[in-house]
């Protein structure tokens, strides 16, 4: 079913009371492919890891748990997705930042690890989100990128193309090398039109200058 445009601006940028309602409907729709994400990064106890696009933090318990004593920060532009996560963390050790992806509050190679899980259909510059994840990751950390692509012809019909953009592969793949990431793409969702693709990149040693 098409999901109205109103709702799908709730995704983007949640707020007021529907919003709040669309926090506590994706923190279940969307758990499973958060978990696949988490489990490829194959996270240790100490770790620092950064979910970027965090909606209402469920992640985050998670990644507490699989890297206890490292540092979990979860980031969203939405001032409501932040409070939803920031009451979700309250019992376990956890930060919460209203930011955007293209401009995160983090010193350089702050972190080991990243995950992004449906938040690129947002962006309007896909390879200036991609370096500034870079830019706050580790030489040689990771960051899991899971997304639907334009080949998931149920979610491009469900969702309204002026607020979700759906990129072919190669236009996701081709901006994360440019911003200096080596790409893999994972083998449990490879190649299955209507599941997200579930990319893992891993920060080169050697950054790549812009052109
Ligand atoms: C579909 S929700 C997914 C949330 C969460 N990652 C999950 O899997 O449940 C998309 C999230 O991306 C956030 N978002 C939108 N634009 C963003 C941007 N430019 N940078 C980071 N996050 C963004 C929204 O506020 C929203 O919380």
């Given at each position: 079913m098409r999901r109205p445009r109103f709702i799908a601006e709730q995704a983007r940028c949640a707020e007021g009371p529907l919003g709040r309602f669309i926090a506590f409907v994706m923190a279940r729709e969307t758990w499973g492919h958060n978990l696949r994400a988490i489990e490829a990064l194959d996270i240790r106890p100490g770790e620092s890891v950064l979910d970027v696009g965090c909606g209402p933090g469920r992640s985050l318990?998670?990644?507490?748990?699989r890297a206890q004593g490292g540092r979990i920060v979860g980031a969203d532009p939405s001032k409501l997705m932040a409070r939803v996560a920031t009451r979700r963390v309250r019992k376990f050790q956890a930060e919460i930042v209203v930011a955007s992806a293209a401009a995160l509050p983090f010193e350089d190679g702050a972190f080991d690890k990243a995950l992004c899980v449906h938040v690129i259909y947002f962006w309007n510059d896909l390879e200036a989100a991609f370096r500034e994840i870079a830019r706050v990751l580790k030489p040689g950390g990771r960051?899991?990128?899971l997304f639907r692509t334009s080949a998931d012809e149920a979610a491009v019909r469900a969702f309204p193309a002026e607020v979700y953009r759906f990129h072919v592969l190669s236009d996701v793949v081709a901006p994360l090398e440019a911003a200096g990431f080596a790409v893999?793409?994972?083998?449990a969702l490879r190649g299955e039109h209507n599941t997200p693709m579930l990319l893992i990149a891993a920060k080169r040693r050697a950054s790549i200058p812009r052109q």
């Open positions: 318990a998670e990644l507490a748990r960051l899991a990128l893999d793409v994972h083998d």
